[in-house]
Nanobody, 123 residues
Framework: QVQLVESGGGLVQAGDSLRLSCAAS????????MGWFRQAPGNEREFVAH????????HQADSMQDRFTISRDNAKNTVYLEMNKLKPEDSAVYYCAASSESGYSTVRNYDYWGQGTQVTVSS
């Protein structure tokens, strides 16, 4: 059974950094594009970043591309999200997701989801 387990969230101050991890199991990791999404209370789940199977192609949401970096380690079946210069508006539950397709930034194109990890940024 496919499992995606996020970790690394927490409470930080504005300007600080966090590194989120997502450990995948139950799937052939290199066959999937991996993505990060986030959802704040009352908001739709929004795209953050995705990375292709070998880590050579990445895409980040325009509002985050200068601060957030996605990466993956296929030997560990793990995808990461490095978040720098965090802002209060970054506060959300961050979700890891896997897609059998490539190049998509929308929720509906992802097949598997983790339970999420809370990131709270105080001012």
């Amino acid at each position: 059974q496919v499992q995606l387990v996020e970790s690394g969230g927490g409470l930080v101050q504005a300007g600080d950094s966090l590194r989120l991890s997502c450990a995948a199991s139950g799937l052939t990791f290199t066959q999937y594009t991996m993505g990060w999404f986030r959802q704040a209370p009352g908001n739709e789940r929004e795209f953050v970043a995705h990375i292709n199977w070998n880590g050579k192609v990445t895409h980040q949401a325009d509002s985050m591309q200068d601060r957030f970096t996605i990466s993956r380690d296929n030997a560990k079946n793990t995808v990461y999200l490095e978040m720098n210069k965090l802002k209060p508006e970054d506060s959300a539950v961050y979700y890891c997701a896997a897609s059998s397709e490539s190049g998509y930034s929308t929720v509906r194109n992802y097949d598997y989801w983790g339970q999420g990890t809370q990131v709270t940024v105080s001012s």
